[in-house]
């Protein structure tokens, strides 16, 4: 069974400071770990995906996360956060080649002015 | 990129009524779309799986005749909700994926419904 804990609930940061956001994974399986972008009242947009190849995977937007197995981890970060990163983030896990995703609760990130 | 296209985007609806919301992949084929649920300032919960040519597979706990899906296409997945209630109220999302490769979802904008 998958499952995908994020360690916070709400992050706030200064913009132009760096970012992250923490998400630890519980797979059987060869996971396959993406983090998802959503904006107020919108879907949800693809940041990075991992599946089993580089494990420092970077997205779009400056974003980037690290695969670690040892510590079953896979935080986001970006060195430098805008205005614009403010939203809810939210990383999910499936088992490699199937296409049922388990969500994390989501991680609310603030950026102050 | 893949592109679905989720419609209507706001809804509000009458108890009782029965709302429908469409899901179509606009750019590629999707033999297999999903419709998830989300409540305000919670996560995302898959309600099913819906399967091109043939019934839809639902979650546990998520009532098959009061949430009918079709997906008579390649392009289009359908939800309805069937006489709906104030707690049908919330944010519907669905999502797609590219047939081939390993492609991740894709996911519509999303469909808030309001039922008074």
């Known amino acids: 069974a998958q499952s995908v804990t994020q360690l916070d609930s709400h992050v706030s940061v200064s913009e132009g400071t760096p970012v992250l956001l923490r998400c630890n994974y519980s797979?059987?399986?060869?996971?396959?770990l993406f983090w998802y972008v959503q904006h107020p009242n919108k879907g949800l947009q693809l940041l990075l995906k991992?599946?089993?190849?580089?494990?420092l995977v970077k997205g779009i937007n400056g974003f980037e996360a690290e695969f670690k197995k040892s510590e079953t981890s896979f935080h986001l970060t970006k060195p430098s956060a805008h205005m614009s990163d403010a939203a809810e983030y939210f990383c999910?896990?499936?088992?490699?080649?199937?296409?049922?995703?388990?969500f994390g609760t989501g991680t609310r990130l603030k950026v102050l002015a | 990129g893949a592109v679905v296209s989720q419609h209507p985007s706001r809804v509000i609806c009458k108890s009782g009524t029965s709302v429908k919301i469409e899901c179509r992949s606009l750019?590629?084929?999707?033999?297999?779309m999903f419709w998830y649920r989300q409540f305000p300032k919670q996560s995302l919960m898959l309600m099913a799986t819906?399967?091109?040519?043939?019934?839809?597979?639902?979650e546990q706990g998520v009532e098959k005749d009061k949430f009918l899906i079709n997906h008579a296409s390649l392009t289009l997945s359908t939800l309805t909700v069937t006489s709906a209630h104030p707690e049908d109220s919330s944010f519907y999302i669905c999502?797609?994926?590219?047939?081939?490769?390993?492609?991740?979802?894709?996911f519509g904008n999303g469909t808030r419904l309001t039922v008074t």
């Open positions: 999502s797609a994926r590219v047939v081939q490769g390993d492609s991740p979802l894709h």
């Open positions: 797979s059987s399986y060869s996971p396959s």
């Open positions: 991992y599946t089993s190849a580089a494990t």
């Open positions: 999910v896990v499936s088992a490699s080649g199937t296409y049922k995703y388990i």
């Open positions: 750019d590629f084929q999707a033999t297999t």
């Open positions: 819906s399967n091109e040519g043939s019934k839809a597979t639902y």
